[in-house]
């Protein structure tokens, strides 16, 4: 075994992969950036090396850097994560050259998945089924688009070079094919720096159900399945395993497909082969395609870990040491059912905008795995994935495993940003869900629903404003009669609205509250508040802000009296960033006359593009930033002349 290896990643899976090496006696470097200098996987490391800026191409994708990090601190070898460069054969190349080991398959072997249309040509050599449609060279548009005839429409436009969903298009009918085919190139030149792209039968009621294999460079064994159906803009959302409904029958078939895919390639190391699945008719053997390999480890790889009592990262280190398979086919099972959510910071009512903070507080409860890159205090910022924490948990059955999702993420207590919390929260209460009844359009379909939030009730309101006031912890000796005014107000914002709220306190232990018409009478008895009866949930105060740990947490402002209308200014002469991030292009020029919701520039935030628009006619003063600017929220992009 390795003394010591480099984890050239960070966040949650530079922790994750941390834990097991320190457990196997495995010495673990840490790299960072800038902005990482104090994180979590830092702290965690037993040493750390600074690389460089915030942006990732300044620092996780500069692999010369990291190899001489890594050579610097006597590292023997380099764990990829996932992202970054996990997925990039020249990086293996390069470990190789320098005499390190990449923990991870050979740089063959990514090659040869690399690309979605050059992988589904040696897929279909090695027997194993690829979805319908056309992955030749011939990218002329008549081309593809006599391709997508004869494969029948729907049809589904994907980049050869893809990734995270983008330069995807759902085609529907001929008419619309020559536009999509423009937009997914265009999308796929910016994301990858290569348009061409493949034709694919759109799989009617699809479900994305996938296989972890575990190669050691010549034989391989499958680790059964994840559904990752749950998803939202073809980006999993939810992912469990085993998959619902799966039978014997089809698990064979997907699990020896699966080991053909790593067998083909000589895999080495854990990887994971995406199928996709018609379920318009259950599950069926025969109906399942190929649609990539992701060679490396999976974001989702926690949940077959809970359901084979393996553990993957252990796997990683000893195969890559050298050492042979941990288990035989035959040795491996399945016991129980796991799900994961992925904690975003997001603003989901606003369209799922990455939102970014700090989190004041930050506590799972003890019944779930919670693998998190942050802790309490620590930063979503701007630059990398705004994922909080990816909760896992395990049940005997998959009734008893949601049930259990469904009450650690009503106990996850989360302050300081917005999250997706009760967005997940309404996923583990749907029916279609519950039943098992998953296909890849399942939020899409309920949507408007799903993103729901719960309006605070009076109760929460209060809890709030008890907290705010410092009436909560009145010390029925002293602090009441020295201080207590009998009548006092306060003014909460939450979002858009404004609450009004005032109390009569009755004496230490007793409060009359008045919201608006309604009432709310508070009583402490033996030390603990209730709220018209109902035990007064937790709440975290941080500089002004509550958040009331009830309905995935409900966050207020405290309204200072003094200082009124500071924000908004609801100028519409100024576009500017509704959040820090990238300026990817301004499409506005000086003395341009433009129309209210014309595009007028793209700001990339985390892993989003988002277009901002005029907000009224008129015509462009001034362009106040250029491609490649870094902005910070609220920083004006450009101005309109005045309005006549
Ligand atoms: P998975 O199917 O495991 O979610 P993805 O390919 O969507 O795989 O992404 C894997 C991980 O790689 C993501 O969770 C993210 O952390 C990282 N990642 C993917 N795309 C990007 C990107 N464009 N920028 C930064 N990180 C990315
Ligand atoms: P990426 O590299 O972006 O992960 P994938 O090829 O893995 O791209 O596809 C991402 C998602 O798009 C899948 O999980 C699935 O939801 C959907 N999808 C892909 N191919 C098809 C198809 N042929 N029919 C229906 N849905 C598909
Ligand atoms: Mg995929």
Redesign the pocket.
């Known amino acids: 075994m390795f003394n010591k290896i480099l984890i050239a990643n960070r966040g949650e899976i530079a922790c994750r992969v941390m834990e097991t090496a320190q457990k196997m006696g495995v010495s673990c470097v840490a790299v960072y950036s800038d902005v990482d200098a104090t994180a979590k996987h830092v702290q965690m490391a037993d040493e750390a090396v600074h690389i460089g800026g915030a942006a990732?191409a300044e620092s996780y994708l500069k692999g010369d850097v990291i190899i001489r990090a890594a050579l610097d601190t006597g590292a023997q070898a380099i764990h990829p994560g996932?992202?970054?460069l996990s997925e990039n054969p020249d990086f293996v190349d390069a470990v190789q050259a320098a005499g390190l080991t990449f923990i991870g398959p050979s740089a063959d072997a990514i090659r040869k998945m690399g690309l979605k249309d050059a992988a589904k040509v040696l897929m279909e050599k090695a027997g194993v089924p690829v979805v319908p449609g056309y992955h030749g060279d011939n990218q002329d548009p008549e081309h593809l688009a006599g391709a997508a005839d004869a494969i029948g429409y729907p049809v589904l436009i994907k980049a050869v070079a893809g990734?995270?969903?983008?330069g995807m298009r759902l085609v529907e009918r001929p008419e619309d094919f020559a536009t999509a085919l423009d937009s997914a190139r265009g999308e796929a030149r910016t994301?990858f720096g290569n348009d061409a792209v493949l034709v694919e039968k759109y799989v009617a009621k699809p479900r994305h159900i996938e296989v972890q294999v575990f190669g050691d460079g010549t034989h391989a064994v499958h680790l059964f399945e994840r559904d990752?159906s749950l998803q939202r803009r073809h980006?999993?959302v939810i992912e469990e395993a085993p998959a619902p409904g799966m039978t014997s029958e089809m698990r064979e078939a997907m699990g020896q497909a699966g080991v053909r895919a790593a067998e083909a390639i000589g895999y080495k190391g854990a990887g994971t082969v995406e199928f996709i699945v018609d379920a318009s008719d259950g599950l069926r053997p025969d109906r399942f395609w190929f649609m990539e390999m992701?060679t490396r480890l999976?974001?989702?790889h926690p949940v077959t870990e809970a359901i084979t009592g393996i553990d993957l990262v252990e796997w990683q280190l000893r195969v890559a040491a050298g050492e042979n398979l941990p288990k035989k086919q035959d040795d491996l099972a399945i016991s129980g059912h796991a799900f994961e959510a992925r904690l975003y910071a997001e603003d989901v009512p606003k369209g799922f905008l990455p939102a970014t903070g700090t989190l004041t507080h930050l506590v799972f409860p003890d019944n779930c795995r919670a693998d998190s890159g942050v802790r309490a205090g620590d930063t979503i910022s701007p630059w990398?994935?705004p994922?909080i924490a990816k909760v896992v948990v395990h049940g005997s059955t998959r009734a008893v495993a949601l049930e259990t999702l469904n009450r650690v993420l009503q106990q996850t207590e989360v302050a300081g940003t917005v999250t997706n919390l009760a967005f997940l929260g309404a996923l583990t209460r749907h029916e279609g869900f519950a039943s098992g009844d998953v296909d890849t359009g399942l939020i899409g379909r309920d949507l408007e629903t799903l993103v729901q939030e719960p309006e605070p009730s009076d109760v929460t309101a209060v809890a709030a404003a008890m907290t705010a006031l410092d009436l909560v912890d009145v010390d029925p000796e002293t602090g009441f009669s020295l201080w207590a005014p009998l009548h006092r107000a306060v003014q909460l914002s939450r979002r858009d609205d404004v609450l009004d709220l005032d109390v009569q306190v009755d004496g230490p232990d007793r409060q009359i509250w008045q919201v608006g018409e309604n009432r709310v009478v508070a009583e402490r008895t033996a030390g603990r508040w209730m709220l018209n009866g109902t035990p007064m949930p937790r709440v975290a105060a941080h500089n002004g802000t509550l958040t009331v740990f009830t309905d995935y947490g409900q966050s207020f402002d405290v309204i200072d009296p003094l200082d009124r209308d500071t924000s908004a200014t609801g100028d519409t002469n100024v576009i500017q960033a509704p959040m820090p991030g990238l300026v990817k292009a301004v499409f506005a020029t000086a003395g341009q006359t433009v129309q209210k919701g014309d595009r007028l520039a793209i700001l990339e935030a985390m892993?989003m593009e988002h277009s901002l628009l005029a907000a009224r006619d008129g015509i462009v003063a001034e362009v106040l930033v250029e491609d490649g600017s870094q902005v910070e929220a609220g920083a004006a992009l450009v101005r309109l002349e005045d309005e006549a």
């Open positions: 990732p996932y992202g970054f990734g995270g969903g983008k994301a990752c980006q999993k992701n999976q974001v989702e990398y994935d994922m892993k």
